[in-house]
């Protein structure tokens, strides 16, 4: 029960209680505030909050039942965001709403309405910056009119007013699922749409099972085309925009004639990732590694080289270029 202060705290606890204890990359809530409705003999079910929602009222307060209810899941939403950083200010904090916000906000959209069902106020969160990426889940084809993927992509980006990472979620799952089919070709269509949005650089699946499997194909056909290259998440400047000194790089040649890469920190912050740019044959290509990798092999031809050091919060070191 999101109104019982026990709950609430019992939940922020176990939140920061993994923070603390374990090296993860973030926290990821899915789209579970107050309960989806069920119904028993065509009659909807109450949320059982009577208690309460009498101790609320007992207490002063002055809200609506369904007010009351959004402030409970808008106070907890803002307290994980708030103790995360507190905790580790690089681990992330996102969110995973239902992606239709509310009824009538975004042209020609219908559907579910999560403000009045689900007492999320999903652009709220948005909007405060109560996240660092928010993946709202467009579950829906391109083609769809009533549920737009481009219309309600843009309606998240409006209501982006701190800047924060918009990653939408794709129904992967749905390539291949016999109940209800997506195309293969949908999901990198929709990463394109993504794309085309400068201020929209990624995309989260649901889920891996459909590439772990490479349904129709899709995993070859991503690989082959929207993500031929690595390339590195965008750096989340307002938890951390210090960048991280230039790395240290030594080579040696190798039996084949080929050619070592020596990795090193060069300072007390150890490098989250590497990005490493190589020329070989005249063509460059861009590859990133772990930060606990000391040593590249590169082939015989390569010409040159360029390596960064990324630190946790995605911010790049100056470059150090070798030949």
């Not at 200010?89 to 709403?97: A, L």
């Not at 999320?120 to 083609?143: H, K, M, R, S, V």
């Not at 843009?154 to 016999?178: A, C, H, M």
């Not at 990005?275 to 010409?303: E, H």
């Amino acid at each position: 029960d999101p109104g019982s202060q026990q709950a609430a705290e019992h939940s922020l606890a176990v939140f920061n209680d993994v923070v603390r204890r374990y090296d993860i990359d973030g926290v990821h809530i899915d789209d579970y505030f107050y309960p989806y409705p069920i119904t028993e003999g065509g009659a909807k079910v109450p949320f059982p909050d009577d208690d309460s929602w009498a101790k609320y009222q007992a207490a002063g307060g002055e809200l609506k039942r369904d007010d009351w209810r959004r402030k409970n899941i808008n106070d907890l939403i803002e307290q994980i965001y708030q103790t995360t950083h507190a905790i580790k200010p690089h681990v992330r904090f996102g969110i995973s709403p239902f992606g239709i916000g509310r009824a009538g906000k975004a042209p020609g959209i219908s559907g579910f309405d999560q403000y009045e069902q689900l007492h999320a106020d999903a652009a709220l969160w948005l909007n405060e910056g109560w996240c660092d990426y928010f993946t709202p889940q467009l579950y829906w084809p391109i083609a769809q009119k009533p549920q737009s993927f481009p219309v309600l992509l843009d309606y998240w980006r409006s209501e982006n007013r701190q800047s924060r990472y918009i990653w939408p979620g794709l129904f992967t799952s749905r390539v291949g699922d016999k109940r209800r089919v997506f195309e293969m070709q949908e999901i990198p269509a929709q990463i394109e749409v993504i794309r085309s949005r400068s201020d929209s650089p990624g995309h989260v699946h649901f889920s891996m099972k459909a590439l772990l499997q490479n349904r129709e194909g899709l995993a070859d056909a991503l690989k082959a085309g929207v993500y031929r290259s690595d390339v590195l998440s965008p750096a989340m400047t307002w938890l951390d925009d210090t960048p991280p000194a230039p790395p240290k790089l030594a080579t040696e040649r190798t039996a084949n004639n080929g050619l070592t890469l020596k990795l090193t920190s060069s300072d007390g912050e150890p490098a989250w990732l590497w990005g490493v740019w190589v020329r070989t044959d005249g063509n460059w290509a861009f590859t990133t590694y772990p930060g606990q990798t000391k040593s590249i092999d590169l082939a015989a031809s390569t010409t040159e080289w360029v390596v960064t050091a990324v630190d946790r919060c995605g911010n790049e070191s100056p470059r150090v270029a070798g030949q």
